[in-house]
């Protein structure tokens, strides 16, 4: 799975907040995360499709939040010209 973002440096960020928590099933999945260019990408191996779609959906609901944090409080985000 490959997911862009805006710079390598956001990709890199998402990587390291995704790859802290291991998976459930250490024995039935493994996942790599690398960083190519902008994109960050994905890699699965698992034991069955049932897990595969799972551990995809967990991934993508993830790269989600972490996508979404960015846009709120990255270095670009509106709310860093305003006082908190």
């Known amino acids: 799975i490959r997911v862009p ?5 956001h ?3 998402a990587m390291q907040v995704i790859d802290v928590d ?8 493994k996942r790599t995360l690398t960083v190519d260019g902008n994109d960050l990408v994905a890699s699965f191996a ?3 499709v ?5 551990t995809t959906n967990g991934f993508l ?3 989600d939040l ?14 860093k010209q305003g006082t908190f």
């Open 66 to 79: 972490v996508a979404r944090t960015i846009g709120e409080f990255g270095e670009n985000s509106e709310r």
């Open 61 to 63: 609901e993830n790269v």
């Open 50 to 54: 049932r897990l595969a779609r799972l």
């Open 5 to 9: 973002f805006a710079n390598p440096k």
């Open 11 to 13: 990709a890199t960020i």
């Open 46 to 48: 698992t034991s069955t």
């Open 22 to 29: 291991p998976e459930l099933q250490r024995e039935a999945v």
